[in-house]
Protein backbone atom coordinates (compact mmCIF):
# COMPACT_ATOMS: atom_id res chain seq x y z
CA UNK A 1 0.00 0.00 0.00
CA UNK A 2 1.05 3.41 -1.30
CA UNK A 3 2.43 5.48 2.09
CA UNK A 4 1.56 9.21 2.08
CA UNK A 5 4.52 11.25 1.47
CA UNK A 6 4.72 14.03 4.29
CA UNK A 7 5.33 17.73 3.19
CA UNK A 8 8.51 19.28 4.57
CA UNK A 9 8.56 20.40 8.02
CA UNK A 10 11.26 21.90 8.52
CA UNK A 11 10.28 25.59 7.42
CA UNK A 12 7.19 24.97 5.55
CA UNK A 13 7.72 25.18 1.96
CA UNK A 14 6.65 22.87 -0.58
CA UNK A 15 9.24 20.40 -1.54
CA UNK A 16 11.23 21.43 -4.70
CA UNK A 17 11.23 19.32 -8.45
CA UNK A 18 14.99 18.41 -7.66
CA UNK A 19 13.25 17.10 -3.91
CA UNK A 20 10.47 14.93 -5.38
CA UNK A 21 12.66 13.43 -7.69
CA UNK A 22 15.27 12.70 -5.22
CA UNK A 23 12.30 11.28 -3.03
CA UNK A 24 10.68 8.97 -5.98
CA UNK A 25 14.26 7.84 -6.61
CA UNK A 26 14.55 6.87 -2.57
CA UNK A 27 11.03 6.02 -2.52
CA UNK A 28 11.79 3.40 -5.19
CA UNK A 29 14.57 1.80 -3.96
CA UNK A 30 13.24 0.94 -0.71
CA UNK A 31 10.43 -0.46 -2.38
CA UNK A 32 7.49 1.58 -0.67
CA UNK A 33 6.38 3.15 -4.09
CA UNK A 34 5.59 0.99 -7.37
CA UNK A 35 7.09 3.69 -9.65
CA UNK A 36 7.98 2.30 -12.89
CA UNK A 37 11.54 2.66 -13.95
CA UNK A 38 10.16 4.34 -17.50
CA UNK A 39 8.79 7.22 -15.21
CA UNK A 40 12.39 7.42 -12.68
CA UNK A 41 13.91 10.71 -13.82
CA UNK A 42 16.98 10.86 -15.65
CA UNK A 43 17.97 12.72 -12.38
CA UNK A 44 17.55 9.78 -10.37
CA UNK A 45 19.62 7.37 -12.77
CA UNK A 46 22.16 10.10 -11.88
CA UNK A 47 21.46 9.24 -7.99
CA UNK A 48 21.56 5.54 -8.64
CA UNK A 49 25.07 5.51 -10.40
CA UNK A 50 26.59 8.13 -7.40
CA UNK A 51 25.13 5.96 -4.73
CA UNK A 52 26.16 2.45 -6.28
CA UNK A 53 29.80 4.54 -6.70
CA UNK A 54 30.04 5.68 -3.45
CA UNK A 55 28.89 2.18 -1.39
CA UNK A 56 31.93 0.64 -3.53
CA UNK A 57 34.31 2.04 -0.69
CA UNK A 58 32.67 0.81 2.63
CA UNK A 59 32.47 -2.48 0.38
CA UNK A 60 35.99 -2.88 -0.14
CA UNK A 61 36.94 -2.02 3.88
CA UNK A 62 34.83 -5.08 4.71
CA UNK A 63 35.56 -7.44 2.15
CA UNK A 64 39.15 -6.62 1.92
CA UNK A 65 39.15 -7.13 5.75
CA UNK A 66 37.44 -10.73 5.21
CA UNK A 67 39.96 -11.71 2.84
CA UNK A 68 42.73 -10.83 5.51
CA UNK A 69 40.94 -12.52 8.21
CA UNK A 70 39.99 -15.79 6.12
CA UNK A 71 44.20 -15.96 4.99
CA UNK A 72 44.98 -16.81 8.60
CA UNK A 73 44.49 -20.00 10.89
CA UNK A 74 41.13 -20.47 12.12
CA UNK A 75 38.81 -22.85 13.75
CA UNK A 76 36.88 -24.38 11.30
CA UNK A 77 33.18 -23.12 12.78
CA UNK A 78 34.88 -19.76 12.69
CA UNK A 79 36.35 -20.00 9.20
CA UNK A 80 32.40 -21.40 7.85
CA UNK A 81 30.98 -18.30 9.43
CA UNK A 82 33.74 -15.78 7.77
CA UNK A 83 33.12 -17.29 4.29
CA UNK A 84 29.41 -17.07 4.73
CA UNK A 85 30.03 -13.53 5.89
CA UNK A 86 32.48 -12.72 2.55
CA UNK A 87 29.34 -14.91 0.30
CA UNK A 88 27.04 -11.92 1.71
CA UNK A 89 29.26 -9.43 0.93
CA UNK A 90 30.06 -10.71 -2.40
CA UNK A 91 26.12 -10.96 -3.14
CA UNK A 92 26.01 -7.34 -1.92
CA UNK A 93 28.73 -5.78 -3.85
CA UNK A 94 27.11 -7.37 -7.01
CA UNK A 95 23.83 -5.58 -6.04
CA UNK A 96 25.56 -2.07 -5.81
CA UNK A 97 27.65 -2.86 -9.02
CA UNK A 98 23.91 -3.68 -10.96
CA UNK A 99 22.28 -0.66 -9.26
CA UNK A 100 25.07 1.41 -10.17
CA UNK A 101 24.73 -0.20 -14.00
CA UNK A 102 21.49 0.46 -14.10
CA UNK A 103 21.49 3.82 -12.68
CA UNK A 104 24.11 4.83 -15.67
CA UNK A 105 21.52 2.80 -18.16
CA UNK A 106 18.76 5.21 -17.04
CA UNK A 107 21.24 8.39 -17.44
CA UNK A 108 22.68 7.45 -20.58
CA UNK A 109 25.81 7.07 -19.44
CA UNK A 110 26.25 3.44 -19.56
CA UNK A 111 29.92 2.44 -20.90
CA UNK A 112 30.69 -0.98 -21.89
CA UNK A 113 34.50 -1.73 -21.42
CA UNK A 114 36.12 -4.33 -23.73
CA UNK A 115 38.75 -5.67 -21.68
CA UNK A 116 41.18 -8.49 -22.61
CA UNK A 117 41.38 -10.78 -19.88
CA UNK A 118 42.52 -14.95 -19.41
CA UNK A 119 39.74 -17.02 -19.91
CA UNK A 120 40.95 -19.23 -16.74
CA UNK A 121 41.68 -16.68 -14.43
CA UNK A 122 38.54 -15.49 -15.17
CA UNK A 123 37.08 -18.67 -14.41
CA UNK A 124 38.71 -19.11 -11.27
CA UNK A 125 38.01 -16.29 -9.98
CA UNK A 126 34.25 -17.07 -10.36
CA UNK A 127 34.31 -20.10 -9.03
CA UNK A 128 36.30 -18.65 -5.67
CA UNK A 129 32.77 -16.20 -5.66
CA UNK A 130 30.40 -18.66 -6.29
CA UNK A 131 27.43 -17.95 -3.56
CA UNK A 132 27.29 -20.74 -0.97
CA UNK A 133 23.96 -21.61 0.47
CA UNK A 134 23.80 -21.13 4.53
CA UNK A 135 22.86 -23.88 7.00
CA UNK A 136 22.86 -26.26 4.00
CA UNK A 137 26.72 -27.96 2.34
CA UNK A 138 28.54 -26.12 -0.01
CA UNK A 139 27.28 -26.62 -3.51
CA UNK A 140 30.41 -27.57 -6.12
CA UNK A 141 30.79 -25.96 -9.58
CA UNK A 142 32.20 -27.58 -12.58
CA UNK A 143 33.61 -26.00 -15.14
CA UNK A 144 33.31 -27.29 -19.28
CA UNK A 145 35.09 -25.13 -20.97
CA UNK A 146 34.82 -26.11 -24.94
CA UNK A 147 38.45 -26.70 -26.67
CA UNK A 148 37.56 -23.84 -29.17
CA UNK A 149 37.79 -20.88 -26.82
CA UNK A 150 41.17 -19.08 -26.99
CA UNK A 151 43.42 -18.49 -24.23
CA UNK A 152 42.40 -14.39 -24.20
CA UNK A 153 39.21 -12.64 -24.97
CA UNK A 154 37.99 -9.02 -24.92
CA UNK A 155 34.94 -8.24 -23.50
CA UNK A 156 33.50 -6.59 -20.22
CA UNK A 157 34.52 -9.34 -17.97
CA UNK A 158 33.31 -7.86 -14.83
CA UNK A 159 29.77 -7.14 -15.91
CA UNK A 160 29.54 -10.89 -17.45
CA UNK A 161 30.97 -12.37 -14.37
CA UNK A 162 28.15 -10.05 -12.32
CA UNK A 163 25.80 -11.99 -14.79
CA UNK A 164 26.34 -15.38 -14.53
CA UNK A 165 27.13 -14.92 -10.67
CA UNK A 166 23.26 -14.01 -10.36
CA UNK A 167 22.44 -16.76 -12.58
CA UNK A 168 24.06 -19.08 -10.34
CA UNK A 169 22.54 -17.41 -7.02
CA UNK A 170 19.14 -17.88 -8.83
CA UNK A 171 19.52 -21.47 -9.61
CA UNK A 172 20.92 -22.09 -6.06
CA UNK A 173 17.73 -20.57 -4.40
CA UNK A 174 14.75 -21.94 -6.51
CA UNK A 175 16.52 -25.56 -7.21
CA UNK A 176 18.99 -25.97 -4.10
CA UNK A 177 21.29 -28.37 -6.49
CA UNK A 178 24.15 -30.18 -4.90
CA UNK A 179 26.35 -29.13 -7.69
CA UNK A 180 26.16 -26.95 -11.18
CA UNK A 181 27.56 -26.84 -14.41
CA UNK A 182 29.32 -23.57 -16.34
CA UNK A 183 29.81 -24.30 -19.88
CA UNK A 184 31.80 -21.93 -21.88
CA UNK A 185 31.88 -21.88 -25.67
CA UNK A 186 32.81 -19.73 -28.53
CA UNK A 187 29.49 -19.02 -31.06
CA UNK A 188 29.94 -17.60 -34.69
CA UNK A 189 27.84 -15.23 -36.36
CA UNK A 190 28.44 -12.01 -38.14
CA UNK A 191 30.30 -11.37 -34.74
CA UNK A 192 31.98 -13.46 -31.90
CA UNK A 193 29.75 -14.52 -28.51
CA UNK A 194 31.16 -16.01 -25.47
CA UNK A 195 28.04 -18.24 -25.13
CA UNK A 196 27.81 -19.59 -21.42
CA UNK A 197 25.24 -22.58 -19.92
CA UNK A 198 24.61 -22.81 -16.68
CA UNK A 199 22.85 -26.02 -15.72
CA UNK A 200 22.88 -29.18 -13.12
CA UNK A 201 23.14 -31.35 -15.79
CA UNK A 202 25.13 -31.71 -18.94
CA UNK A 203 23.39 -29.30 -21.19
CA UNK A 204 24.00 -28.10 -24.58
CA UNK A 205 21.84 -25.74 -26.80
CA UNK A 206 20.58 -26.58 -29.92
CA UNK A 207 20.51 -24.22 -33.18
CA UNK A 208 17.14 -23.28 -32.95
CA UNK A 209 18.14 -22.18 -29.24
CA UNK A 210 21.05 -20.37 -30.25
CA UNK A 211 19.64 -19.04 -33.05
CA UNK A 212 16.53 -17.42 -31.08
CA UNK A 213 19.30 -16.20 -28.53
CA UNK A 214 20.86 -14.38 -31.47
CA UNK A 215 17.91 -12.79 -32.54
CA UNK A 216 17.15 -11.57 -28.93
CA UNK A 217 20.64 -9.84 -28.61
CA UNK A 218 20.39 -6.67 -27.49
CA UNK A 219 16.60 -6.73 -28.77
CA UNK A 220 14.92 -8.63 -25.97
CA UNK A 221 11.77 -7.85 -23.99
CA UNK A 222 12.66 -6.30 -20.77
CA UNK A 223 11.10 -7.56 -17.82
CA UNK A 224 9.84 -4.27 -15.16
CA UNK A 225 11.89 -3.85 -12.31
CA UNK A 226 9.06 -1.89 -10.04
CA UNK A 227 6.88 -5.05 -8.52
CA UNK A 228 9.87 -7.56 -8.47
CA UNK A 229 10.93 -9.42 -5.59
CA UNK A 230 14.45 -10.17 -4.27
CA UNK A 231 15.15 -13.15 -7.03
CA UNK A 232 13.03 -11.48 -9.64
CA UNK A 233 15.07 -8.05 -9.21
CA UNK A 234 18.33 -9.61 -9.58
CA UNK A 235 17.21 -11.59 -12.86
CA UNK A 236 15.45 -8.73 -14.21
CA UNK A 237 18.67 -6.42 -13.92
CA UNK A 238 21.04 -9.23 -15.62
CA UNK A 239 18.72 -9.20 -18.53
CA UNK A 240 18.71 -5.21 -18.46
CA UNK A 241 22.84 -5.73 -18.58
CA UNK A 242 22.85 -8.38 -21.07
CA UNK A 243 20.93 -6.33 -23.44
CA UNK A 244 22.73 -3.10 -22.90
CA UNK A 245 26.24 -5.07 -23.56
CA UNK A 246 24.57 -6.39 -27.03
CA UNK A 247 23.41 -9.52 -25.80
CA UNK A 248 20.61 -11.76 -24.10
CA UNK A 249 19.50 -14.25 -21.67
CA UNK A 250 17.53 -17.11 -21.90
CA UNK A 251 15.87 -19.67 -19.92
CA UNK A 252 15.47 -23.70 -21.54
CA UNK A 253 13.26 -26.55 -20.35
CA UNK A 254 15.31 -29.47 -19.70
CA UNK A 255 13.88 -33.18 -19.57
CA UNK A 256 15.12 -33.41 -16.46
CA UNK A 257 12.55 -30.83 -15.24
CA UNK A 258 14.86 -28.40 -14.01
CA UNK A 259 15.83 -25.85 -16.70
CA UNK A 260 18.57 -23.95 -17.41
CA UNK A 261 19.97 -21.21 -18.00
CA UNK A 262 22.43 -19.59 -20.76
CA UNK A 263 23.80 -16.25 -21.67
CA UNK A 264 25.14 -14.80 -24.77
CA UNK A 265 27.45 -12.13 -25.19
CA UNK A 266 29.43 -10.47 -27.86
CA UNK A 267 33.04 -10.80 -27.61
CA UNK A 268 36.57 -10.44 -29.40
CA UNK A 269 39.36 -13.31 -29.49
CA UNK A 270 42.55 -12.50 -28.82
CA UNK A 271 45.00 -15.09 -28.32
CA UNK A 272 45.61 -19.09 -29.05
CA UNK A 273 42.84 -21.94 -28.42
CA UNK A 274 43.35 -23.16 -24.63
CA UNK A 275 45.00 -26.85 -24.29
CA UNK A 276 42.46 -29.45 -23.55
CA UNK A 277 44.80 -31.11 -21.03
CA UNK A 278 45.37 -28.08 -18.66
CA UNK A 279 42.08 -27.93 -16.55
CA UNK A 280 41.35 -24.33 -14.99
CA UNK A 281 43.20 -24.63 -12.01
CA UNK A 282 46.17 -26.96 -13.64
CA UNK A 283 48.56 -24.36 -12.85
CA UNK A 284 49.39 -21.57 -10.16
CA UNK A 285 52.01 -18.80 -10.24
CA UNK A 286 54.44 -18.91 -7.25
CA UNK A 287 55.44 -15.24 -6.86
CA UNK A 288 58.70 -14.25 -5.55
CA UNK A 289 59.21 -11.85 -2.30
CA UNK A 290 59.68 -8.04 -2.94
CA UNK A 291 62.92 -6.56 -1.54
CA UNK A 292 61.84 -5.01 1.81
CA UNK A 293 64.00 -1.79 0.66
CA UNK A 294 60.61 -0.93 -1.32
CA UNK A 295 58.91 1.97 -0.08
CA UNK A 296 55.08 2.72 -0.77
CA UNK A 297 53.29 5.81 -0.02
CA UNK A 298 49.37 5.06 0.22
CA UNK A 299 47.22 8.01 -0.47
CA UNK A 300 44.14 7.03 1.28
CA UNK A 301 41.17 9.21 3.09
CA UNK A 302 39.13 5.84 3.98
CA UNK A 303 40.55 4.66 7.24
CA UNK A 304 39.54 1.06 6.10
CA UNK A 305 40.58 0.84 3.30
CA UNK A 306 43.66 2.47 4.37
CA UNK A 307 44.18 -0.35 7.16
CA UNK A 308 44.04 -2.76 4.64
CA UNK A 309 46.31 -2.02 2.06
CA UNK A 310 48.93 -0.76 4.79
CA UNK A 311 48.51 -4.81 6.01
CA UNK A 312 48.81 -6.10 2.53
CA UNK A 313 51.64 -4.36 1.80
CA UNK A 314 53.66 -4.92 4.79
CA UNK A 315 52.55 -8.35 4.42
CA UNK A 316 54.71 -9.15 1.22
CA UNK A 317 57.66 -7.03 3.24
CA UNK A 318 57.59 -3.83 1.44
CA UNK A 319 57.46 -0.34 3.83
CA UNK A 320 54.69 2.30 3.81
CA UNK A 321 53.70 5.29 4.75
CA UNK A 322 50.18 6.46 4.83
CA UNK A 323 48.40 10.07 4.08
CA UNK A 324 45.28 11.01 3.85
CA UNK A 325 45.13 13.57 0.88
CA UNK A 326 46.93 14.95 -1.84
CA UNK A 327 48.94 17.77 -0.45
CA UNK A 328 50.20 15.63 2.15
CA UNK A 329 51.44 13.15 -0.45
CA UNK A 330 52.97 16.21 -1.98
CA UNK A 331 55.16 17.08 1.45
CA UNK A 332 55.86 13.32 1.85
CA UNK A 333 57.56 13.62 -1.33
CA UNK A 334 59.92 16.68 -1.02
CA UNK A 335 61.76 14.51 1.79
CA UNK A 336 61.91 11.11 0.80
CA UNK A 337 62.43 8.60 -1.65
CA UNK A 338 59.69 6.72 -2.72
CA UNK A 339 59.88 3.85 -5.14
CA UNK A 340 56.02 3.77 -5.54
CA UNK A 341 52.73 5.81 -4.83
CA UNK A 342 49.45 4.14 -3.98
CA UNK A 343 46.55 7.33 -4.88
CA UNK A 344 43.33 7.67 -4.34
CA UNK A 345 41.44 9.54 -7.11
CA UNK A 346 38.80 11.62 -4.46
CA UNK A 347 40.35 12.64 -1.71
CA UNK A 348 39.18 16.33 0.53
CA UNK A 349 42.19 18.91 -0.33
CA UNK A 350 43.45 18.23 -3.25
CA UNK A 351 42.25 14.57 -5.19
CA UNK A 352 44.70 12.09 -6.23
CA UNK A 353 44.26 13.08 -10.13
CA UNK A 354 45.50 16.49 -9.48
CA UNK A 355 48.01 15.49 -7.57
CA UNK A 356 49.17 13.49 -9.83
CA UNK A 357 49.64 15.97 -12.57
CA UNK A 358 52.11 17.92 -10.03
CA UNK A 359 53.86 15.01 -9.35
CA UNK A 360 54.60 14.80 -12.82
CA UNK A 361 54.85 18.51 -13.63
CA UNK A 362 57.49 18.47 -10.24
CA UNK A 363 59.43 15.59 -12.11
CA UNK A 364 59.57 17.02 -15.85
CA UNK A 365 60.54 20.48 -14.01
CA UNK A 366 63.05 18.76 -12.02
CA UNK A 367 64.41 16.73 -14.67
CA UNK A 368 63.92 13.60 -12.07
CA UNK A 369 63.09 9.87 -12.87
CA UNK A 370 59.21 9.23 -13.42
CA UNK A 371 57.60 7.95 -10.16
CA UNK A 372 55.53 4.72 -10.75
CA UNK A 373 51.60 5.38 -9.43
CA UNK A 374 48.96 3.57 -9.18
CA UNK A 375 45.24 4.91 -9.03
CA UNK A 376 42.95 3.22 -6.63
CA UNK A 377 39.13 4.55 -7.37
CA UNK A 378 35.42 2.50 -6.34
CA UNK A 379 34.61 2.58 -10.03
CA UNK A 380 36.46 0.32 -12.45
CA UNK A 381 34.98 1.75 -15.02
CA UNK A 382 36.92 3.13 -18.78
CA UNK A 383 36.14 6.70 -18.10
CA UNK A 384 38.37 6.15 -14.99
CA UNK A 385 40.91 4.20 -16.48
CA UNK A 386 41.22 7.30 -19.01
CA UNK A 387 41.01 10.08 -16.33
CA UNK A 388 44.44 8.04 -14.68
CA UNK A 389 46.07 7.81 -17.66
CA UNK A 390 45.48 11.59 -18.66
CA UNK A 391 46.45 12.65 -15.76
CA UNK A 392 49.89 10.52 -15.48
CA UNK A 393 49.24 7.43 -13.73
CA UNK A 394 50.46 4.18 -14.55
CA UNK A 395 47.96 1.65 -13.30
CA UNK A 396 44.49 1.94 -12.17
CA UNK A 397 42.89 -0.47 -9.20
CA UNK A 398 39.58 -0.96 -8.89
CA UNK A 399 37.60 -1.43 -5.42
CA UNK A 400 36.85 -3.69 -4.05
CA UNK A 401 40.98 -4.49 -4.27
CA UNK A 402 41.71 -7.98 -4.04
CA UNK A 403 45.72 -8.91 -2.81
CA UNK A 404 46.34 -10.28 -6.02
CA UNK A 405 45.24 -7.38 -8.46
CA UNK A 406 47.04 -5.10 -5.86
CA UNK A 407 50.38 -7.55 -5.50
CA UNK A 408 50.42 -8.07 -9.49
CA UNK A 409 50.23 -4.12 -10.54
CA UNK A 410 53.26 -3.58 -7.97
CA UNK A 411 55.49 -6.47 -9.85
CA UNK A 412 54.85 -4.93 -13.16
CA UNK A 413 55.69 -1.71 -12.13
CA UNK A 414 58.48 -2.37 -9.78
CA UNK A 415 59.71 -5.59 -11.52
CA UNK A 416 60.38 -7.33 -8.06
CA UNK A 417 62.63 -10.66 -8.47
CA UNK A 418 59.73 -13.83 -9.51
CA UNK A 419 59.72 -17.53 -9.39
CA UNK A 420 59.61 -18.47 -12.92
CA UNK A 421 58.63 -22.10 -12.08
CA UNK A 422 54.52 -23.18 -12.73
CA UNK A 423 53.53 -25.99 -10.00
Known sequence: MNQKRPENRDNGAPPTAAGRQ???????????EPCPPAQIPESCGHLLAALGHELRTPLAGVLGMLELALDGELP??????????????????????????????????????????????????????????MGRPAVALHIDL????????????????????????????????????????????????LLATLSEKPEQLDDRAKSALL??????????????????????????????LGGAIGEHPSPSGAGFYSVLLPCTTAGQKLHPEA????RKKVAGTPSAAFRILLVEDDDAIRKLLELLIQHRGMQVTSVT?????????????????????????????????????REQANGAGRLPIIGITAHGGPEDLDLCLQ?????????????????AAIERLLSWPETPDWV
Open 215 to 244: AACGNAILPPLGQAGTLELKLALSRHLAAA
Open 391 to 407: AGMDERLSKPIRSEDLY
Open 146 to 193: DPSLPEMLQADAERIGNILLNLMEAQLKSRRPEHLILRLELLHSQQNY
Open 325 to 361: DGEQALAQLQHRHYDLVLMDLRMPRLDGLTATRLIRE
Open 279 to 282: GPAA
Open 76 to 133: PEQRRCLELANSSAQALLRLVQDMHDYGRQESGRLITEGQTFEVRAWVDALHRKLPQP
Open 22 to 32: LADAAEFAMGT
